[in-house]
């Protein structure tokens, strides 16, 4: 199987300002081209031992696959839940512009 180029990662955050400082601490380190926040969103998990149902807010990550090692570590950095929900999908297909543009937009700045 190739390896995609492109991925969709997402998280998810318990309020609105967590998800926007998520979202803009990974665009400005280029970590991610995009981030969408949908919410709000139910997520019901078994969670030590208990059914929790909790509001929260979806982040979609727009990045490449050569990113995602320092998304994720960004993410686990920044994020507050003891165990966050972070899953990469293969983007395996998309307008070319718009998957250069994921390219150019999260590729390491290469100091002068």
């Given amino acids: 199987m190739t390896k995609p180029a492109w991925l969709t990662v997402l998280t998810t955050t318990d ?52 990113r995602y090692d320092e998304l994720e570590a960004h993410l686990l950095a920044a994020h507050d839940y003891e165990t966050p929900e972070i899953v990469a999908i293969p983007v395996v297909r998309g307008s070319a512009r718009y998957l250069d543009w994921v390219s150019a937009e999260t590729a390491p700045v290469v100091p002068l």
């Fill in 15 to 66: 309020s609105e300002d967590k998800a926007h400082s998520l979202a803009q601490g990974v665009v400005e380190a280029r970590l991610a081209a995009c981030v969408q926040i949908a919410a709000p969103v139910i997520s019901v998990y078994r969670w030590q031992d208990t059914i929790e149902t909790t509001r929260e807010w979806q982040l979609l990550f727009k990045t490449t696959a050569e």
